[in-house]
């Protein structure tokens, strides 16, 4: 039996051919098949490569035409720059003991590990139903780490690690910087849909968002992993589907807003602020445009249940209270419930908070506190030590929020109603969570950087600064516009340096330097004299740094997850090595990013004053 088979190359694919000699039973012979059988089969075999070569060329180009539209996508890139720039600050630790109480909190949820150890107390705990220790925060945050805390344990058992000490732990390693970059994420999606809801142009709406995770101390709890960011996210999704239900009338976006909101109660009780905020920016969206005010024709109708056009704005703005209440109220009383609930657990009460715990058990321990511990603070040393004192001021830490407060003033008659709701409304929530702390004894919330108690209202009022900015330029004039940028570079700065060194650095050298303490200024000084070599030859090495050896390695090198690895020097040498390797790789991919996404609006258009339109959140 013989037969003919020639192989040739043509446009990129194998075809066959009955031509060229092939040897007697290569191919026919094994198969046992006759020639005619043969022949046919190889026919069969040709439409079949032939197919098949040609459908995975359609893939490859559709899955190249796919990436392309990716990288010009300012969403697409918006969101990649979020995540590298999250991964590449983390420091592989959580920051503070307060995410590692948190942390442990989780932990407990799915094994039989206590909330709190014997040897945490007196430091940390308190006691609760049955003489057990309990945590004193609100289980938000550990239910935030849940999923990364089980793939974090999982790892951390692999035998590759059977020999490493935990520091950073592998487990705290994956639960930061996989919590971090997926909050970072999200937060970036809502605050860029978020601002184009506000009719905030492309260019506009990208810069908003940039500012916020650069220029605002959102930056700094990224790397440091306190519950901030995530009340952050919360806060603006609740407001971001709470608008959407006021120009569209959907109910499920006002349920998806309110459960944002709610959740927020299971992470902070004093977020219930945040809750009656998002209310009242609705209600003032809703009386400035009734009133007249520019961009009344946006007013929503509800489907025909808000009434009928021209009626009377008392009336509208009740039936909409109305339909807001029957959704919310539900939806509020449900995470409200299961907060009592989790009291009830730990406690023994569904009526007192941690505080009345708190403060009895400190008392026990110390008679000497005052009797309205720990609500000790004058209340004007509270609220001045927030907004001037040198180590805590809301301005010096972020001074977009100087730039966000003037703007908003200067250009008052020219903003849109959601926008002027939405700076209003920003401004009251952030004096409310002042005055509230105020009289707090922590007020300032102690280790942190800044006043992290009131951090979050700051930066909700700070991030429209920039697209305010960037909308009004003709406007505002040429001396205005440069001042607003250089006060955005030096915040860019400022919440750079936030990530140079652990928090606690400045805290300890302030217990030798002394009260007040501009502490900005010394973390600059703590940089240039780390890079420099002159730490100890410039007195910045203190008595105080020393007495807690975990934390003097910690806080005497770059905070970051390389550079921690090979001072603590557990770590094996190819370990460090790759660590270093991934994080510059991270870095320069930022940089990429960044570019790229510069380059994608570069032929995007300002938006004129007013322009923007809530139906399209991504390219008008």
Not at 122 to 129: A, D, I, K, Y
Not at 294 to 314: L, T
Not at 554 to 561: G, K, Q
Not at 568 to 592: D, E, H, K
């Amino acid at each position: 039996m013989s037969g003919y088979l020639a192989r040739q190359q043509a446009g990129g694919r194998q075809n066959y051919d009955l031509r060229e000699p092939v040897a007697h039973g290569s191919i026919i012979g094994p198969l046992g098949l006759s020639t005619k059988s043969a022949v046919t089969e190889l026919r069969r075999i040709s439409r079949a490569c032939t197919f098949s070569n040609y459908r995975f060329r359609i893939t490859i180009l559709a899955m190249t035409s796919r990436f392309a539209q990716w990288l010009r996508d300012p969403l697409f890139l918006l969101c990649l720059t979020a995540g590298l720039f999250a991964f590449v600050v983390q420091s592989g630790e959580l920051g503070t003991s307060d995410t590692a109480h948190r942390l442990q909190t989780t932990h407990w949820l799915w094994t039989s590990e206590p909330q709190v150890f014997p040897y945490e107390y007196p430091e940390f705990g308190l006691h609760g139903r049955g003489g057990r220790l309990y945590s004193w925060y609100g289980i938000g945050q550990s239910l935030l780490m849940l999923p990364s805390d089980l793939l974090g344990t999982w790892i951390a058992h692999w035998s590759v690690f059977s020999d490493y000490e935990d520091d950073p732990a592998v487990r705290s390693i994956v639960v930061s910087y996989l919590t971090s970059i997926l909050v970072n994420v999200l937060t970036a999606l809502v605050a860029f849909r978020f601002l184009r809801q506000l009719r905030f142009g492309m260019r506009e709406s990208v810069a908003g968002v940039l500012a916020l995770m650069f220029c605002t101390t959102q930056l700094h709890y990224t790397q440091n992993m306190m519950e901030n960011n995530y009340i952050l996210l919360l806060t603006l999704t609740g407001f971001s589907f709470q608008y959407e239900w006021l120009r569209s009338g959907s109910r499920r976006a006002l349920w998806a807003g309110s459960c944002a909101l709610g959740l927020n109660l299971l992470t902070r009780l004093t977020t219930g602020m945040d809750l009656i905020a998002a209310g009242i920016f609705v209600l003032l969206v809703s009386w400035f445009e009734a009133r007249g005010a520019k961009g009344a024709s946006h007013i929503s109708q509800f489907g025909g249940r808000a009434g009928a056009p021209g009626s009377p704005p008392a009336t509208l703005l009740l039936r909409r209270l109305i339909d807001y209440c029957e959704v919310a109220g539900p939806v509020y009383l449900f995470f409200l419930a299961l907060d009592r609930l989790y009291q009830f657990y730990r406690f023994g009460s569904l009526t007192n908070t941690y505080v009345t715990i708190f403060a009895r058990e400190f008392r026990q321990r110390d008679p000497t506190l005052a009797a309205n511990f720990p609500w000790s603070t004058p209340f004007h040393t509270g609220v001045l030590g927030a907004l001037f004192q040198p180590e805590k001021s809301i301005f010096l830490f972020d001074p977009l929020l100087v730039l966000a407060i003037f703007l908003l003033a200067w250009l008052w008659k020219r903003l849109t109603p959601e926008v002027r709701a939405y700076g209003l409304t920003s401004l009251l929530l952030l004096l409310g969570y002042v005055c509230f702390y105020a009289r707090y004894t922590f007020w300032s919330g102690d280790f942190a950087w800044g006043d992290r108690y009131v951090s979050t209202t700051v930066e909700l009022v700070a991030f429209i600064a920039v697209p305010l900015l960037m909308r009004y330029r003709e406007v505002l004039g040429r001396a205005i516009w440069r001042a607003g940028w250089a006060l955005t570079a030096v915040s860019l700065a400022i919440q750079l340096a936030s990530l140079a060194f652990w928090l606690p650095l400045e805290i300890y050298q302030m217990e030798t330097l002394g009260h007040p303490t501009f502490v900005i200024a010394l973390r600059f000084k703590n940089i240039v004299a780390f890079a420099l070599g002159k730490m100890d030859a410039w007195g910045l090495i203190t008595g105080a740094m020393t007495q807690d050896t975990w934390d003097y390695v910690h806080i005497t090198t770059w905070n970051f997850l390389p550079f921690l690895l090979r001072r603590v020097g557990v770590a094996p040498g190819w370990v460090v090595n790759t660590a270093m390797a991934i994080w510059i790789a991270g870095t320069m991919g930022l940089a990429v990013a960044l570019v790229r996404l510069r380059s994608c609006l570069g032929g995007v258009k300002v938006a004129p004053e007013g322009a923007g339109d809530f139906g399209d959140l991504r390219y008008r």
